[in-house]
């Protein structure tokens, strides 16, 4: 649709002007070739579509997306509620002056506070604005989308009668965020941060969380059909005898899910499920994606990179993903 | 991404998701049957919050009120929305131009390598293994046969012997003639989905992929030989028709 519309060189900036004009014109004309488009697809494409191996891509796919859809939903609107309804200052005020207290703290309460991975990062930042500890900041933006109460239901969800799993990814994360905090407050340096400066809430309150859920769902939803895709296609394609092979081997296995959490870059909402239909690798390996997710992937290095400046960004990352990655592995060898 | 698109896509979205719950019912084709609802409601927050957003911007004239809403700038995206938004729409055209059907003997012959996991847990409600007396044929599910199989195959209590029992699944076929009956389990949605595979003896084999009903008897391992051995001989095979959820 994109690529139809710049296509055509000669369309005026007129004809532009013209749609901005009538935003509502613009809505209904993309509406009505949507609908079209699709039951064009459902009465003449979908007959024809028999190939077994694209069906079953395709149902792989689309369960992938409507498993993690709920909650990704209502992870995104609480995470839009908090961000939109409770002032940054509460947490400011209920964090302990002392740095080295602050950490563990502020990992707790991610714990409590469901916090979406892209609304952590500006959260973060304007914690620090508003005179958070920078460590202790840095520890909520880890453990904030990691180890929320949705999340553990979700990993619950994807993972039956095997509660071990939950715990382990609960302990797993919540050790990497508070261990992270605390090498940033023995070591970091205040000149590789740049703090941000307090984003500012034009418009009503409801207006703020309607905006946020649709930026949130929007963002985090294109990311869930990549991870979609990707778990899809090893389902399909990939010959199941490489996908043994690879997870026959620990470190291997451990590092491959390691580097797919980086790539696939999928909201934590929804990458349990992603995790559990890789039923050929080992439970500590699932265990690493699932830690390595969360805190470590490519629109994180973007949002961390874009907010915190690029000299935190080639510092924290490393050090989170390398702790991420030894943590999941020692948790997962000592409780799965 | 306009604006207008971005709610677009929110309501379609939701849309695909309740066409799929609320009319086709195809939902059990991907995920477990209690998504059903907390499905429905998400689709409406989507919808709900989708057409607000156009109802705003049809009163509105654009640029009136900022756009983006999301903290300091550096998001790898313009105020206009997020790009990787796009993919969205992937879900809903695989929803409605591939309509997919459930798994079946494609994802049974894939997952064939992997049988060597461990059973199926029997669903226990007391200490009692034994099966109730009635009815007769016993209808038991494929993961239940395989578990109470398995049990007695490695010293544990023998439930099965003697007792007429009605299978239900699809037939795959297996090697020199010999034939399956086979139902995908999925513990969570269709794409954790792993074969549970039983070998029907003393019968013809049924067209590929077909859903059949079998009544006959366990047939016990000769001796114990670990797990993998899952035989069934039957009295009758007949067809019938794909039951209302395919999986386990």
């Not at chain 1, 500890?133 to 109460?149: E, G």
């Not at chain 1, 905006?211 to 010959?239: C, K, Q, S």
């Amino acid at each position: 649709m994109a690529t139809g519309a710049r296509g055509k060189a000669e369309t005026p900036p007129a004809e532009w002007g013209r749609r901005r004009a009538e935003p509502g014109a613009d809505a209904v004309w993309w509406f009505v070739s949507a609908v079209s488009l699709l039951a064009i697809g459902r009465i003449w494409v979908a007959p024809w579509v028999t190939w077994t191996g694209v069906q079953a891509w395709s149902t792989i796919f689309i369960a992938i997306c409507v498993q993690a859809l709920p909650f990704l939903v209502f992870g995104v609107a609480l995470s839009a509620a908090i961000t939109a309804f409770v002032p940054a200052e509460v947490w400011s005020r209920a964090l302990p002056r002392r740095g080295a207290a602050a950490v563990p703290v502020a990992g707790m309460a991610g714990a409590v506070l469901p916090g979406c991975e892209c609304a952590s990062v500006p959260v973060a930042g304007s914690l620090m604005a508003r005179g958070v500890v920078p460590a202790a900041a840095l520890t909520f933006l880890l453990a904030a989308p990691a180890i929320n109460p949705i999340v553990m239901v979700a990993t619950a969800v994807a993972f039956p009668g095997r509660p071990e799993m939950v715990a382990a990814r609960f302990g797993a994360s919540l050790t990497v965020a508070v261990l992270a905090g605390w090498v940033w407050l023995r070591f970091g340096k205040g000149e590789w941060l740049r703090i941000p400066d307090r984003p500012d809430h034009s418009g009503g309150r409801w207006e703020a969380f309607r905006v946020a859920v649709r930026h949130d769902f929007l963002h985090a939803g294109g990311f869930l059909v990549v991870g979609g895709v990707a778990a899809a296609t090893i389902n399909v394609v990939v010959p199941a005898a490489w996908v043994n092979e690879l997870a026959g081997v620990p470190w291997a296995a451990v590092l491959t899910l390691a580097v797919l959490a980086v790539l696939m870059s999928i909201c934590s909402e929804a990458d349990a499920f992603v995790a559990a239909s890789l039923t050929a690798f080992s439970p500590t390996a699932k265990l690493t994606f699932l830690v390595v997710g969360p805190m470590v992937d490519l629109k994180l290095i973007a949002l961390q990179t874009g907010v915190f400046g690029r000299r935190f960004a080639v510092r924290f990352i490393p050090l989170t993903f390398v702790l991420a990655v030894a943590v999941s592995a020692v948790t997962g060898g000592l409780f799965l | 991404m306009s604006r207008a698109v971005q709610n677009l896509l929110m309501v379609l979205v939701g849309g695909a998701v309740l066409w799929i719950t609320l009319v086709t019912g195809e939902v059990v084709n991907f995920v477990k049957e209690g998504l059903r609802w907390p499905l429905v409601a998400s689709a409406a927050v989507l919808i709900g919050l989708g057409l607000a957003g156009m109802r705003r911007d049809w009163r509105e004239r654009p640029g009136e009120h900022p756009g983006g809403g999301h903290g300091p700038g550096g998001h790898g995206h313009g105020p206009d929305g997020p790009r990787t938004a796009w993919l969205l729409c992937l879900p809903v055209l695989a929803i409605f131009a591939v309509a997919p059907p459930e798994l079946g003997v494609f994802t049974a012959d894939r997952t064939d390598g992997a049988s060597t996991v461990a059973p199926p847990k029997i669903p226990v409600e007391d200490d009692d293994y034994a099966l109730p007396p009635s009815p007769d044929p016993y209808p038991i599910s494929v993961g239940e046969f395989m578990g109470r199989s398995f049990e007695a195959q490695i010293g544990g209590q023998v439930t099965l012997a003697g007792r007429r029992l009605v299978l239900e699944g699809f037939a795959t076929p297996g090697k020199q003639g010999a034939w399956y009956l086979t139902r995908l389990q999925m513990s969570c949605c269709a794409a954790d989905a792993m074969a549970l595979k039983v070998k029907i003896l003393d019968a013809p084999a049924p067209a590929k992929g077909s859903w059949v009903r079998v009544v006959g008897l366990w047939r016990p391992a000769g001796e114990p030989r670990g797990s993998g051995v899952y035989e069934f001989t039957a009295q009758s095979v007949s067809p019938i028709d794909k039951p209302d959820n395919p999986y386990e």
